[in-house]
């Protein structure tokens, strides 16, 4: 009686820690990410959000949620301080997370989308910083979440292979904003880098591999003129 006694409290001692165990990594990587200056966890969130829209709008709505939720859910909360104060606006993506639930396609709700994209260029706009050290942050993460995300030949981790997309939209958009003779520079680099998600954000069977991701965020980092992504 006592052996089984005991052998349920280990079962229910390592079920407990099983449940825990996810959301104290989650609150780990959230606190890393709130030391961030305000204008790199914009970048970081405005990544997660880009894969987010995009998978909505080819109707991956399971796929798209969890990247929507960085705007809105409490585990991210630390991601958002001081935001506001520039102009950022819960409202839109609320409704977007809203209209997941209910799996709306994104045709009904597609200017809820825009709005929704619309506010975080606003607020990058507002918020400001070097766009190259930026770029170069997000190349790093591109790195960081691309190497959890392909393990060998294969997809391990769907949502860092989609997350590290997302990172890589949102470098396009803030080298778009760099001096026309920059932006020229970094063009060929930047297709090359987006074409290595050989089917957007949607998983595929023989994806990039990473060194080859790594060998294009560099000539993108040389070209830019800062040190290179790890």
Same mark, same amino acid.
């Given at each position: 009686?006592? +052996? ?15 449940? !825990? *165990? ?12 709130? &030391? ?25 709505? &399971? ?5 929507? $939720? +960085? ?11 001081? $935001? ?6 819960? @409202? ?20 809820? #989308? ?61 080298? @778009? !904003? $760099?001096?026309?003779?920059?932006? &020229?520079? #970094?063009?060929?680099?930047? @297709? ?31 070209? *830019? ?6």
């Amino acid at each position: 009686m006592a +052996h089984s006694f005991n052998r349920s409290i280990v079962l229910i001692t390592f079920l407990l820690l099983w449940i !825990t *165990l996810p959301k104290v990594v989650i609150a780990s990587e959230s606190d890393e990410v709130s &030391d961030l200056p305000l204008e790199f966890r914009l970048a970081f969130m405005t990544g997660h959000v880009k894969a987010g829209l995009e998978l909505y709008r080819l109707g991956e709505l &399971d796929m798209a949620a969890p990247h929507l $939720l +960085h705007p809105v859910s409490e585990t991210h909360k630390l991601e958002r301080i001081g $935001l506001e104060k520039f102009g950022f606006n819960s @409202a839109p993506f609320i409704k977007v997370s809203e209209a997941l639930e209910s799996k709306k396609a994104a045709s009904d709700i597609e200017p809820l #989308l825009q709005q929704s994209d619309a506010n975080l260029n606003y607020v990058s706009q507002q918020v400001g910083g070097n766009t190259s050290e930026i770029i170069n942050f997000l190349l790093d993460t591109i790195i960081d979440e691309y190497s959890i995300g392909v393990t060998g030949d294969k997809i391990t981790d769907l949502g860092e292979y989609q997350d590290a997309y997302g990172f890589q939209v949102v470098v396009q958009s803030q080298a @778009a !904003t $760099l001096p026309d003779q920059k932006r &020229d520079l #970094l063009g060929s680099a930047l @297709a090359d880098l987006e074409s290595l998600w050989l089917n957007g954000p949607l998983p595929v069977q023989n994806p990039t591999s990473v060194d080859d991701m790594v060998a294009a965020v560099q000539a993108i980092a040389q070209r *830019l003129g800062t040190q290179n992504p790890n």
